[in-house]
Structures are given as C-alpha cells and as structure tokens.
T-cell receptor, first 112, second 112 residues
C-alpha cells in the first residue's frame, strides 16, 4: 500500500532562510508525487507535481522539489522564506484510480 | 470562476440530523473525488466517481454516508444521523486521468 511520511508536524523558519520540508513515500509502482499547500479554512492548492522526466520539479511561489528514487524521497525546498509562506504543506502520492494518499502535513511558521 | 466550488462552506448541525453537501467540479473533468480532513491530519479518501459511476468507496464511508453524481456533473455527499465524530472538513476534487485533482475550498462540518 502506498503511504507518505512527513516528519515534524510544525516547522519554524526565519524570514529569508531556507525552507526544507521532508517527504518520504512507499510505493509498489513508479510514483506520481505531489506537494499541496493549504491556507487556513481553505482547500488545497497544488504547488508542484512529479510524474515522469526531470527529477527536479519547479512549482509556484518559488518552491521546488527533487524526486530521488534511491532514497524514496520528494523533499520540498524554497531558498528564501517569505511571511506569506506560512501555511500547512502536504506531500501526497497517487495510487489506484488516481486517488491521493497524503502525509500528515507540516505547519510552517515564518518568524520575522 | 472555473475552479471547483463547494456549498455550503460551513455547516453547523446537531447530532442526529442529516446534512448534504454539494460539489461542482471543473466542467471538463470526468473524475470527482471526496476526501475528509480532520484537525491535524492530511485528507483521507472517501469515494471516487468517473462520470456518473461511483467506482470506489473507502472503508471510512459508513452506511450513513451516501454520495451521488447524477449526469456526471455536480456531486452530493449526504451524511445521515450525524455524529460528533463526523465533524471535519469535507473536500471535493476533480481531475482527469493521471492527475491527483484540483481541490475545492471545502465544507467545514461541525456536529454539536
């Protein structure tokens, strides 16, 4: 069964510092991987996705993620955090019938 | 607006009452998904439609839950005899093959 692990429910980062959110997955087939962002009381917005091809994927708002098959990882990074990046971030893997399995999420707090 | 819409955005009900939520997907998407998200957790898959056919239901979807998608357009999710444990955010997503989905803003249900 496919599953996603996100460690550290709360992540604090200083404004201007690197944002790094870790995601590891288990999948019996080549995975499609996603990162979503959720602002308070809103739905999920797609940041980026990996399907095939280039393993470094660039998304919206300056975020990028790298698929590393050997490490079964899909970590999300942003070089310089902005106050507007404060939100909850979810890593997800797609499986049968294109439904998503999500990690528990990381609540990102940006410190001025 | 061509995104996924959900109605209502918030619903407060008393235990034992029935509630119904509506989801309007992106018009060209033939796949529609319902997810449930409880506090501090990632969304969990509930059910999936391809056009008007309900092709998969999660074990989370008890007999009190029913979903429909008449004519393959909008979808409704009904919960009968609500319980406090049903309090959650109910998210709808629509998509096409090979893609996890575009999410709506969600309906937050509070059962008193």
């Amino acid at each position: 069964a496919q599953s996603v692990t996100q460690l550290g429910s709360h992540v604090s980062v200083s404004e201007g510092a690197l944002v790094l959110l870790r995601c590891n997955y288990s999948s019996s087939v080549p995975p499609y991987l996603f990162w979503y962002v959720q602002y308070p009381n809103q739905g999920l917005q797609l940041l980026l996705k990996y399907t095939t091809g280039a393993t470094l994927v660039k998304g919206i708002n300056g975020f990028e993620a790298e698929f590393k098959k050997s490490e079964t990882s899909f970590h999300l990074t942003k070089p310089s955090a902005h106050m507007s990046d404060a939100a909850e971030y979810f890593c997800a893997v797609i499986y049968g019938n294109n439904r998503l399995a999500f990690g528990k999420g990381n609540q990102v707090v940006v410190i001025p | 607006d061509t995104g996924v819409s959900q109605d209502p955005r918030h619903k407060i009900t008393k235990r034992g009452q029935n509630v119904t939520f509506r989801c309007d997907p992106i018009s060209e998407h033939n796949r529609l998904y319902w997810y449930r998200q409880t506090l501090g957790q990632g969304p969990e898959f509930l059910t999936y439609f391809q056009n008007e056919a309900q092709l998969e239901k999660s074990r989370l979807l008890s007999d009190r839950f029913s979903a429909e998608r008449p004519k393959g357009s909008f979808s409704t999710l009904e919960i009968q005899r609500t319980e406090q444990g049903d309090s959650a955010m109910y998210l709808c997503a629509s998509g096409t093959a090979g893609y996890g989905g575009f999410f709506g803003p969600g309906t937050r249900l509070t059962v008193l």
